[in-house]
Nanobody
Framework: QVQLVESGGGLVQAGGSLRLSCAAS????????MGWYRQAPGKQRELVAT???????SYTDSVKGRFTISRDNAKNTVYLQMNSLKPEDTAVYYC????????????WGKGTLVTVSS
């Protein structure tokens, strides 16, 4: 079993920065890929960024050049550095981890709210 806890959300003005953290606990040896998703009001949950244990990353086009995902494998923690924030970045951000031991099993945090004002 894996538990994920996000932190770092809050209210910022457009153009500002925020760093999200996701700490994993439990059977963390089962985790390979981790990532961040977000869900804005009235919108479908979307992938923001992912990172593998080997530090391979991917980003959705709307955040490229502004967001950076990173992870500390020793601490079982993934981060999302968000710069040049825009009002359209406002959403609940969720951390996700994929298991390499249990096929088809993934884990989700309960989310942290990011609000970007104009």
């Amino acid at each position: 079993q894996v538990q994920l806890v996000e932190s770092g959300g809050g209210l910022v003005q457009a153009g500002g920065s925020l760093r999200l953290s996701c700490a994993a606990s439990g059977s963390t040896f089962t985790i390979d890929r981790m990532g961040w998703y977000r869900q804005a009001p009235g919108k479908q949950r979307e992938l923001v960024a992912t990172i593998t244990r080997g530090q391979s990353t991917s980003y959705t086009d709307s955040v490229k050049g502004r967001f950076t995902i990173s992870r500390d494998n020793a601490k079982n923690t993934v981060y999302l550095q968000m710069n040049s924030l825009k009002p359209e970045d406002t959403a609940v951000y969720y951390c996700k981890a994929d298991s390499v031991i249990l096929a088809g099993v993934n884990y989700w945090g309960k989310g942290t709210l990011v609000t970007v004002s104009s």
